[in-house]
């Protein structure tokens, strides 16, 4: 009972995070006249995966000095999540609010995404990702991340005077996001735990518990700025992180340790991921936007993924 009470607890540390978070991220951004894709891709999907980043460290961490291999749990919990975001957490927000992506962003972020989960069945071909191969994953989004940033023209827009009425919203943003990495590790750690104690199959922990648990701050960051009409956050966050989890926990943990791909992984897996971030942009290409009916369609793929993976596959 003590890990459910938990589990609840960081569930309610996530809204509290979020509120703050699109707070000051929306106000930051209107003030410096910034896009609200670019606040979403480059600022909280960084932010909102750090739990993934910690979670690769430290199994990393493991691996050399224990010898444990925990290659699965890094390169797992960078599927499982990038698939959870991708699918269940922008069906939710797809049948809640009215999500759209300009067709700039739409094929330059898409064809990154796509190009991201191509060159990890490219290095991961071998059976391993070494750690040069590690290094090349962090210069790819280095670069990308460089590009987003003089796009922007983010040098020219923050030479605008400083008001200091914006300095309760960083506060916002500070504090929300820490309050949002801290409660999504609660939220980890004790419902493994509490799955551990009804004696579910370790591979449901897998996809389920620990992919969808890592993806609980995009989930509540894409409600609220639904809720608040900030459309660009919650598309903009999602696509962002599935690049972010995709190469940089990743390559963080074969720069420490060098991971051992699974031969699954590239025959089914990452193929499967693929399919779906070509799916999802396809429902972006229409003017439209996202329909009810393509959020639901996203949601049932999330669970006939999980439900191969359950049976083994």
Do not use: C
Request: aromatic share 10%; hydrophobic share 55%; proline share 1%.
């Amino acid at each position: 009972m003590l890990e459910f009470f938990l589990t609840l607890l960081g569930l309610i540390g996530l809204w509290l995070g979020t509120e703050l978070v699109i707070r000051g991220a929306v106000n930051i951004a209107n003030y410096y006249e910034l896009s609200q894709v670019f606040v979403g891709v480059a600022v909280l999907a960084v932010g909102t995966d750090l739990p993934e980043m910690v979670i690769a460290i430290n199994a990393s961490i493991q691996n050399v000095l224990q010898g444990v291999n925990t290659s699965g749990i890094i390169i797992g919990n960078a599927i499982g999540s990038s698939f959870s975001q991708i699918s269940l957490v922008l069906g939710i927000a797809g049948l809640l609010g009215y999500l759209t992506l300009s067709k700039r962003h739409l094929y330059e972020d898409g064809i990154v995404l796509l190009g991201a989960v191509l060159l990890l069945i490219l290095l991961g071909f071998d059976g391993q990702i070494t750690r040069i191969e590690g290094i090349v994953l962090i210069v790819v989004y280095a670069m990308y991340y460089s590009r987003l940033i003089h796009q922007e023209r983010l040098g020219q827009k923050i030479k605008k005077k400083y008001d200091k009425g914006i300095s309760m919203d960083i506060l916002y943003l500070i504090l929300g996001m820490a309050i949002v990495i801290f409660a999504s590790e609660i939220v980890v750690d004790n419902s493994v735990k509490f799955s551990e104690k009804l004696g579910i199959r370790q591979s449901f922990v897998g996809i389920i518990i620990i992919g969808l648990g890592t993806s609980l701050p995009e989930l509540a960051l894409s409600l609220n700025a639904v809720r608040k009409k900030a459309i660009g956050l919650s598309v903009g966050n999602l696509i962002g992180s599935n690049i972010f989890d995709l190469l940089i926990p990743v390559g963080t943990g074969a720069i420490i340790s060098e991971l051992k791909f699974e031969r699954s992984l590239i025959w089914f897996d990452f193929p499967f991921l693929f399919l779906l971030s070509f799916i999802v942009l396809f429902f972006f290409k229409k003017k439209k936007g996202l329909q009810k009916i393509e959020a639901v369609i996203l949601i049932g793929i999330f669970a006939l993924y999980a439900a191969l993976k359950v049976v083994g596959v």
